[in-house]
């Protein structure tokens, strides 16, 4: 559970033999490959299909009717099957956007009815010209008199405009209206622009029809992508070893639980093998390994950092608190048992696999922590339930008392940070810097205890508790933040001082971000106040006869429906930023790599 520990080996052996050694380990999928010649092998392999041939997959992938996959590789042709898939992708997303086009056409043109534009180019034939009026200048052109030696008709009205059609060679001169121009419209007429609809539709149907056929080819043409990536991946391996003369030599980094698999795949292959611990000045790639239950924590932590090998891995740490936050920000139970049947309604699409399967075990948390949090502080929907029933025995806390929730919030805060500077003591175990973070533990208790007794709220130990654990921190802090090497010289001293008096200047940091959890309780009663203003306006618009019971439910779905997407989002942002953000500043002293096995791809 954790960082994996690994250990960094060597396979030396005969240049002839590089190919099948490299197939070998790339079968075997346990090592992350080292670069042992600079300037070559850098970065990610290149797929061995082209981006347009991936593209074309997914779009195939993406249908919504998926044919049964054929197993026929005689008939399969992969250019022809990708070219299709493009040229189908392409020509929908044209389709799409002449049939938008359209609509716009079709809404322009609408108010002036069906009619043809002349197609003669003759200029002196007249023409017709199209102009939106509001009514209230249609007087003004009325006293210009500009109208009167015109051809014009007023086509159609509506409860704005007047939409005016003008018979002329040459565009008219409306002087007397400022800003009245006129319009562009499509010179088809309605009728062929709503027949072109029709066509579009029916064409865009039997585009649809061949993409869903293009599906049975799905699964041959992603193991014959996988093998090509497989290829590219072990050209791109081939890259990263030495050769010298006729030998060869691949260094990696495997787990230390499995070197015996190496070492049994040397002799197989008749390499010569070295094993080595990480030394001091190497930087491992970090593998992360959890409980199936508890990993859905690491997609939310590597998402924004991959933890350094030497430190911790915060991703259990991360599973839990990013649980509670969300229902503190949540504060509803009604809102958690919506949460739930969302969450049923997608559980199979998020078991299709291991990553989606992780995410699932971290939604569920979600769910169960908002339902339970909501039971405890009774909150369904934004209801109170009644004095004596059942889920009122159940209340354990009275959000009503804000001052007793602020508290708690910053309470909350503190343990997060002090957790964060234990975590962070350990991981710098090795070095002269382990007991900073201990020195901040202090510095927080102490502000602490120090701000119960300016506020009078009765501290259970005396003053001088809180200035020893201020002072003691504060000179921990000082001596022990520098990264330097440890010195007699009166230069070396002065300069780990400084370093020290610059780490100091983290404790108005250190207030701020205990300050920042306090948005657990603002985000959860701003949640808790629009349910229950929703609840009021739903119930006074009920009281209306007739209608006021279709106006209440509109009001309680839209508007419990709008707060709960509101929740989601602030609980999931604000909720990652106060792990991901303020704990992470204080508990990660360092940040590494992940660890990229060379392993054999397989087909999607």
């Known amino acids: 559970m954790g960082i994996v520990a690994v250990n960094k080996f060597t396979l030396y052996g005969l240049l002839d033999h590089k190919e099948s050694v490299l197939e070998g380990l790339q079968e075997l999928g346990c090592a992350h490959l080292i670069n042992l010649t600079p300037g070559t092998g850098e970065g990610s392999p290149r797929p061995g299909y082209s981006v347009e041939a991936h593209q074309a997959l997914q779009y195939m992938l993406a249908c919504p009717v998926q044919k049964t996959p054929s197993k026929n590789w005689k008939k399969f042709d992969f250019a022809a099957t990708e070219r299709e898939a493009l040229d189908i992708q392409q020509k929908h997303r044209e389709l799409a956007d002449e049939r938008a086009e359209l609509l716009k056409s079709i809404e322009a043109v609408t108010p002036w009815g069906e009619f043809e534009t002349p197609k003669s180019d003759d200029p002196l034939l007249p023409k017709f010209w199209f102009y939106k009026s509001p009514h209230y200048k249609m007087d003004a052109l009325a006293k210009s008199g500009e109208l009167k030696d015109l051809v014009w008709e007023i086509a159609a009205k509506d409860d704005r405009l007047e939409y005016i059609v003008i018979l002329s060679k040459d565009q008219p001169q409306l002087n007397g209206v400022k800003d009245l121009a006129p319009v562009e419209l499509d010179p088809r007429p309605l009728s062929e622009l709503q027949l072109r609809v029709e066509e579009v539709d029916a064409e865009a149907d039997h585009l649809q029809h061949r993409r869903a056929e293009l599906t049975k080819w799905r699964d041959l043409m992603a193991k014959a992508m996988a093998e090509a990536d497989n290829r590219a991946a072990l050209e791109h391996a081939g890259e990263q070893t030495l050769d010298v003369s006729k030998i060869f030599a691949l260094q990696g980094w495997a787990p230390r639980s499995i070197t015996s698999n190496i070492e049994e795949f040397s002799q197989q292959h008749g390499l010569a093998l070295s094993v080595s611990k990480p030394g001091p000045d190497d930087k491992p790639p970090t593998l992360l390994k959890n409980p199936e239950l508890l990993a859905g924590g690491e997609a939310a932590l590597t998402f924004y950092v991959t933890p350094g090998y030497g430190t911790w891995d915060p991703s259990i740490m991360f599973f839990f608190s990013f649980s509670a936050f969300f229902a503190m920000i949540f504060a509803d139970a009604g809102y958690g048992f919506l949460l739930a049947a969302v969450l049923g309604l997608a559980w199979k699409k998020l078991s299709v696999s291991r990553e989606m399967i992780r995410i699932r075990h971290l939604f569920t948390a979600l769910t169960l922590s908002t339902i339970t949090y909501g039971v405890a502080i009774g909150s369904y929907f934004g209801v109170t339930p009644p004095e004596g029933s059942f889920p009122s025995s159940l209340v354990l806390m009275d959000t009503s008392n804000q001052t007793g929730m602020m508290g708690l ?196």
Not at 533 to 559: H, P, Q, R, S, Y
Request: glycine content about 12%; charged content about 10%; hydrophobic content about 55%.
């Open 409 to 604: 919030t910053i309470q909350i805060g503190m343990i997060h940070l002090i957790l964060a500077n234990l975590f962070k003591s350990w991981a710098l175990r090795r070095t002269l810097c382990f007991p900073s973070p201990l020195g901040w533990i202090a510095m927080i208790l102490g502000g602490y205890l120090f701000g119960q007794d300016v506020a009078g709220s009765g501290s259970p130990f005396p003053a001088i508790v809180s200035y020893a654990l201020l002072g003691g921190g504060a000179a921990t802090v000082l001596l022990f933040s520098s990264e330097r090497k440890f010195t007699l010289h009166p230069v070396g001293i002065i300069m780990r001082l400084l370093d020290g008096l610059a780490g100091l200047t983290g404790a108005s940091k250190a207030f701020g971000d205990i300050l920042s959890y306090l948005r657990l309780f603002a985000l959860g009663l701003a949640s808790a106040q629009l349910a229950i203003t929703f609840n009021t306006l739903a119930k006074d618009a009920a009281e209306v006869k007739g209608i006021g019971i279709l106006f209440a439910i509109m009001i309680l779905v839209l508007g419990h429906g709008l707060n709960f997407v509101l929740a989601v989002i602030g609980g999931v942002v604000h909720g990652l930023r106060l792990n991901c953000i303020e704990f992470l500043d204080w508990s990660l002293p360092d940040e590494g790599y992940a660890f990229q096995a060379f392993c054999k791809k397989a087909s999607q």
